[in-house]
């Protein structure tokens, strides 16, 4: 940081804005000064808060924000350091967002492989899973997706084809599933996901350029909307090595929104 004196002015209590806005601000505007440098470490959190004049929780609370920005990378044990131009980031949002929204907010681009997209009848375990009779047709999309041409995970989506009109005739290579459900007016709200890990067999292998073994995450995804109605059964297989899931947890509970790049 620039100095003590310069940050208690920026540090304001009375200020209108909360103190770990004015902290995110304050570190944002020397990044852009060249004060901070890209590469650069951050004070020890101690430091920093004696600087600031905050708390660690508050300090805590703007150094997050600044990861999920994509301005900070923090390393377990190390510290917090500035970002590198070009490095992408690996922390995905608490919030329900499509892959290609994830990526343009990134400032990267996504895309697919399209490995099938064809439309068979739901067996009873799909049937049961999205509360629809079995023999419904669903359309089954599975994709390879990548952001700036690296392959980060497979998605295996399944949907009731009736949900969707005419949806097996987009083009999902450049074209986002969400973007399609939303068109035809359903109203997506929650994602409920469970989680896994598993190692990479043949197929996965090949598709994300692993070696046979190497660790996955497969996360299983049920969108619903307002009403809990099923809409949209998933499985994404994320490559070990590219993906980071953050969850906060709370003493009276658990909200965590598993990253939902999916889509």
């Not at 101690?46 to 924000?65: D, F, G, P």
């Not at 390879?144 to 083009?171: H, K, T």
């Not at 995450?217 to 499985?235: Q, R």
């Amino acid at each position: 940081m620039t100095g003590e004196r310069e940050s208690a002015v920026a540090i304001r209590a009375d200020h209108p804005e909360p103190l770990w806005i004015q902290a995110v601000d304050l570190i944002t505007s020397e990044i852009a000064r060249g004060v901070l440098k890209p590469g650069m470490r951050l004070p020890p959190e101690r430091e920093l808060c004696r600087q600031l004049s905050i708390s660690r929780v508050t300090l805590r609370k703007a150094l997050t924000k600044l990861v999920e920005d994509g301005v900070l990378n923090s390393s377990h044990g190390r510290g917090w350091y500035v970002a590198t131009a070009g490095t992408a980031r690996k922390e995905w949002p608490n919030s329900l967002e499509s892959f290609t929204e994830t990526a343009t907010r990134m400032g990267l681009t996504a895309s697919s492989v399209v490995l099938r997209a064809d439309i068979t009848p739901a067996s009873l375990d799909e049937a049961e899973e999205l509360s629809i009779a079995p023999g419904t047709p669903l359309f089954r999309l599975d994709r390879v997706r990548l952001l700036n041409g690296v392959p980060i995970a497979i998605d295996q989506a399944r949907i009731p084809e009736a949900l969707v009109p005419n949806v097996a005739e987009a083009d999902f290579q450049t074209e986002s599933l969400y973007d399609k459900m939303s068109e035809a007016g359903l109203e997506i709200v929650r994602a409920d996901s469970t989680i896994e890990a598993r190692e990479a067999d043949d197929h996965i292998a090949k598709h994300l350029g692993l070696q046979a073994g190497k660790p996955v995450l497969v996360m299983h995804h049920l969108v619903v909307d307002g009403l809990d109605k099923p809409l949209l059964a998933s499985t994404i297989q994320y490559s070990g090595d590219r993906y980071r899931l953050r969850t906060s947890f709370a003493r009276s509970g658990t909200f965590s929104r598993t990253a939902h790049p999916g889509r």
